[in-house]
């Protein structure tokens, strides 16, 4: 009551009293005292301006979310919205995304959802992109892209100047496109290696408090189970303008009041950036309970543009309880998951401890030939990566190339050998799934497409992916899109093993530039 009291204009403060107290009691080992609940409910309700008697929120501000996209792993935050830099119109402490407060040398990407592109956009840049007395390296900049095809559609520089300078563009014929803002810091280097940039003239891109506040009613609601307030959150959570950041911690929110391995997995697919609008809407079905939907159907969309590392994420939510496990375990054996999920060491120990003895042996048949990567795979793939955010390929160089290269074995709007996974709308996948499908063509593989190995009578060893049988002959395609036809009655041995029939050092046949055009390419074939 005193802190209430005392403390009545500053929610932040409150708060901050109201959480030492709420670990105070879980360390000593206390159920949560009905005051403290409702001190918590009272706060959440503050921060999204509702009164004690309201059941739902008033009309929403609109804003357009922000995605954080790292560059390189193993690093904190790296955009932060900051108030150190002035502007060159003199206003003072200009509200500004920036990269500066974490530190020069970390990278990344702050991309904006979607918004319609205006006929004049202008906003305010400082930064720097190399020391003064070198060339520009145009590894730090800003640019906007169309939403579909990911074009390029005009970039910045930063000013080389610590002081916000005015950037304005008359977009001409370009008005009316859908597109994307992206913010990027691909300088490692200690110095000179940052760059800031708001004050744009389409207000909703502009930091909010409104949105602060709505994630800070989320955690609220999360950490001290508000039943209470799972409709406000719920209007949040399916609110038109919602970005991908805010739409997951919102879903959290919802899974911690009734919480399962399969809610936490559906509340984090919605952080994986391949997961798009109508994916998000089954995953807000699902959690919500709002349509009789199969969350394993759901989860397994999702698995498959993912990359790696949010597989990870997702399984690790699964792997909570027995039921999760048990559609963790179905997705790989489906090929929509990866079956080292199931021998991760974070995610490893506790399905071991809670898997009967079903479950146990459908894991050990689902790992037992894991074929190993190459341990510098990751780190090729993330240099790729840098490479083709700093400086994009150029899709009409690259549907050339994939033609030659790529079409013996994939199609692409009719076009092309139907051998491997048709490719149309890979692009939906994002940049980081497809480098993943490129370079590690072994992590994710659809059980449609396992190679087949085959041992005939006369000694040879035969692998490819395995066709229709037509009459008494095998037929396989290798890796270079060649059929292999083989006399049934000659295979000794036959067995599917966990690995593709793409070559797991494709990309090496390709060099930087015409990896860049075909990933943009690749990038550019959406739905």
Known sequence: EMAQARFSDDAARQEQFLRAVHEGIQQRGDDTAPVIVQWA??????????????????????SIGWTAIPLSTDQGEVWHVS?????????????????????????????????????????YLAGHDGFPDQPIQHQNLVRIRDAKTHEVLNQWSPPRNDTAQPIRWDTAELAGRRVFIELVDGDTANAYAWLAAGRFSVAGLNPSDALENRRKAAALVSDFRLKEMRRPIEQLLLSSDV?????????RSIAALDPSGIAWALAESITIQSVGRDLQEKLNDALLGR?????????????????????????????????????????????????????????????????????????????GDLPAEDAAVPERILQTKSSYVAKPGDSNRGVVIFGEQCGICHQVAGKGTVVGPNLDGIGNRGLDRVLEDLMAPNRNIDAAF?????????????????????????????????????????VIEQKRVRTSPMPNNFHETLDDAKMRDVLAYLLSLTR
């Open 41 to 62: 409910n009272r706060l959440a309700r503050r921060y999204l301006g509702m009164s004690e008697s309201d059941h739902e929120l008033a009309r929403l501000d609109q």
């Open 83 to 123: 108030k150190k830099r002035d502007s060159a119109d003199g206003e003072i402490a200009s509200l500004l995304y920036s990269s500066f407060p974490g530190g020069e040398s970390r990278t990344g990407v702050y991309r904006s959802d979607e918004f319609t592109l205006p006929n004049r956009f202008s906003f």
């Open 243 to 251: 970005s991908r950041e805010a739409a997951a911690a919102y879903a």
């Open 291 to 367: 349509k009789p939907i199969d969350a394993l159907e759901i989860l397994a969309g999702v698995m498959k543009v993912a990359t790696a590392a949010e597989q990870k994420r997702v399984a690790q939510e699964l792997a909570s309880d027995q039921e999760g496990i048990g559609v963790l375990i179905t997705m790989v054996q489906q090929g929509s998951a990866s079956p080292r999920l199931l021998v991760d060491s974070a995610i490893a120990p506790s399905i071991s401890t809670m898997v009967d003895s079903e479950q146990a042996t459908r894991i050990e048949r689902l790992v």
């Open 450 to 490: 396992q190679s087949t190995v085959v041992l005939t009578d006369d000694g040879r060893v035969i692998s490819g992916l395995a066709k229709e049988r037509e009459g008494e002959r095998m037929v396989l395609v290798d890796q270079k899109g060649k059929e292999v036809s083989v006399p049934v009655e000659s």
